[in-house]
């Protein structure tokens, strides 16, 4: 893969592995018909207690049926009812293991963990996912913004996309053929910028990041990954 149209792939190779990994754990089960009778969430055996399902439903584009099976492996996996950074971390260590995947699954992580409490709760877990597998192409595009937005301030700069940049290069760049150069990360940044920077004032605005994804026929493409997961 080429440093060009990286960003594009990104999140959605990323994500995609997410939910491969999350359906090897058994978070992402098929549901069990005979289990669908459960009216709420099961609460008793977990210290972090989620909100009821009809909350999350209302929040979701998830059905009851697959909140109920959502949630029993999501249990199964994480009996606390959290996932902290280091649990994170380690999962995707084991799909990269010639390469460092530390600093991109914190990004990501953080992108997940909404209240910024260190923690991923069952909640922040599939209102998430619902915004990747089922929301509009705007809330896709709005999650991709606050994952290059690293401290959240409304704005990506230079600084913040080189540093996903490199995080992904660490990961899985040096592995790709033809293999990139060390100053491909920054070449990309550039790029990334001459194109959605439209005021050309340094920083990349969420309107205008809106804007440019949405003109652009390839990353409308991509947004289509997530659909029909499950």
Same mark, same amino acid.
């Given at each position: 893969?080429?440093?060009?149209?990286?960003?594009?792939?990104?999140?959605?190779?990323?994500?995609?592995?997410?939910?491969?990994?999350?359906?090897?754990?058994?978070?992402?089960?098929?549901?069990?018909?005979?289990?669908?009778?459960?009216?709420?969430?099961?609460?008793?055996?977990?210290?972090?207690?989620?909100?009821?399902?009809?909350?999350?439903?209302?929040?979701?584009?998830?059905?009851?049926?697959?909140?109920?099976?959502?949630?029993?492996?999501?249990?199964?996996?994480?009996?606390?009812?959290?996932?902290?950074?280091?649990?994170?971390?380690?999962?995707?260590?084991? #799909?990269?293991?010639?390469? /460092?995947?530390?600093?991109?699954?914190? #990004?990501?992580?953080?992108?997940?963990?909404?209240?910024?409490?260190?923690?991923?709760?069952?909640?922040?877990?599939?209102?998430?996912?619902?915004?990747?597998?089922?929301?509009?192409?705007?809330?896709?595009?709005?999650?991709?913004?606050?994952?290059?937005?690293?401290?959240?301030?409304?704005?990506?700069?230079?600084?913040?996309?080189?540093?996903?940049?490199?995080?992904?290069?660490?990961?899985?760049?040096?592995?790709?053929?033809?293999?990139?150069?060390? /100053?491909?990360?920054?070449?990309?940044?550039?790029?990334?910028?001459?194109?959605?920077?439209?005021?050309? /004032?340094?920083?990349?605005?969420?309107?205008?990041?809106?804007?440019?994804?949405?003109?652009?026929?390839?990353?409308?493409?991509?947004?289509?990954?997530?659909?029909?997961?499950?």
């Amino acid at each position: 893969m080429g440093i060009q149209g990286m960003e594009l792939c990104a999140m959605a190779v990323v994500v995609l592995l997410f939910i491969a990994v999350l359906k090897q754990f058994g978070i992402l089960e098929p549901m069990s018909m005979e289990d669908s009778s459960d009216s709420e969430l099961e609460l008793s055996t977990v210290r972090h207690q989620p909100e009821g399902l009809d909350q999350l439903q209302a929040q979701t584009k998830f059905t009851k049926k697959e909140l109920q099976s959502l949630y029993r492996g999501f249990k199964n996996e994480c009996p606390t009812g959290l996932v902290d950074e280091d649990t994170f971390k380690l999962i995707y260590s084991q #799909f990269f293991p010639q390469g /460092d995947s530390t600093t991109y699954a914190h #990004f990501l992580f953080n992108a997940f963990d909404a209240d910024g409490n260190g923690a991923i709760r069952f909640e922040d877990f599939v209102v998430g996912l619902s915004i990747l597998l089922r929301g509009t192409v705007h809330e896709k595009l709005k999650w991709a913004f606050n994952l290059y937005d690293i401290n959240k301030d409304g704005y990506i700069t230079k600084e913040e996309m080189l540093a996903i940049m490199k995080s992904i290069y660490d990961m899985m760049g040096r592995h790709t053929y033809p293999i990139l150069r060390e /100053d491909a990360p920054l070449e990309h940044v550039e790029r990334f910028f001459q194109k959605m920077d439209r005021n050309q /004032d340094g920083v990349v605005t969420i309107d205008e990041f809106l804007e440019t994804c949405q003109k652009d026929e390839n990353i409308m493409s991509s947004m289509q990954l997530f659909e029909n997961v499950i």
